[in-house]
């Protein structure tokens, strides 16, 4: 094989490796963009789901936002509520915000 012959093959080789290497990392992308989609799914339907539970077990329909969160926090601080929260707070482990 002559020096040209293998500096084409060479450069065959190499064009061959960068497109597969650009499937890869479209496939990458797909995948990730994929897991990203299911999350939020998972999310919005956790969200509706607590909402609807909210509503469900409490008056807050007329209620805005803000007045739910103040609901909320009221309620948390009852001693009696924190006592029945904590073990989703170590179960969590994250800060809840809930008073004790």
Avoid: C, F, W
Wanted: charged share 40%; glycine share 4%.
């Amino acid at each position: 094989m002559t020096q040209e012959q293998e500096l084409a093959k060479l450069r065959r080789d190499l064009a061959e490796a960068k497109r597969k290497a650009r499937q890869y990392e479209n496939r990458v992308t797909v995948l990730t963009n994929n897991q990203r989609d299911k999350e939020r799914r998972e999310r919005t339907r956790r969200l509706i789901e607590h909402g609807a539970i909210l509503e469900s077990v409490l008056p807050v329909k007329d209620m805005d936002g803000e007045e739910i969160k103040a609901l909320l926090r009221q309620i948390s601080s009852l001693p009696v509520v924190s006592k029945l929260l904590e073990p989703y707070e170590k179960d969590e482990g994250r800060e809840t915000g809930y008073s004790k």
